[in-house]
Nanobody
Framework: QVQLVESGGGLVQAGGSLRLSCAAS????????MGWYRQAPGKQRELVAD???????DYADSVKGRFTISRDNAKNTVYLQMNSLKPEDTAVYYC?????????WGQGTQVSVSS
């Protein structure tokens, strides 16, 4: 089992920046990919970015060039640096680790961007 604890959400004006963190604990030896999803009101949860243990990254087209995902394998922590935030980035952001059976999810952290 893996437990995920997120931090770093909040309210910011458009154009501002936020940094999310997610620390994993438990059976962390099995972790390869880590990532972030988000879910806006009335919309489906969508993948924002993910990163492999080796550092390969993928981003949703909507955040490319603005968001940067990174990780510290020694600390089992993944980060999401969000710059040039837009009102449409407003959502609950969830840390995510794909599992062999069920995936692991954080509790979610609210990011709100005002215009």
């Amino acid at each position: 089992q893996v437990q995920l604890v997120e931090s770093g959400g909040g309210l910011v004006q458009a154009g501002g920046s936020l940094r999310l963190s997610c620390a994993a604990s438990g059976s962390t030896f099995s972790i390869n990919t880590m990532g972030w999803y988000r879910q806006a009101p009335g919309k489906q949860r969508e993948l924002v970015a993910d990163i492999s243990r080796g550092g390969d990254t993928d981003y949703a087209d909507s955040v490319k060039g603005r968001f940067t995902i990174s990780r510290d394998n020694a600390k089992n922590t993944v980060y999401l640096q969000m710059n040039s935030l837009k009102p449409e980035d407003t959502a609950v952001y969830y840390c995510w680790i794909p599992g062999i059976g069920d995936d692991y999810w954080g509790q979610g952290t609210q990011v709100s961007v005002s215009s």
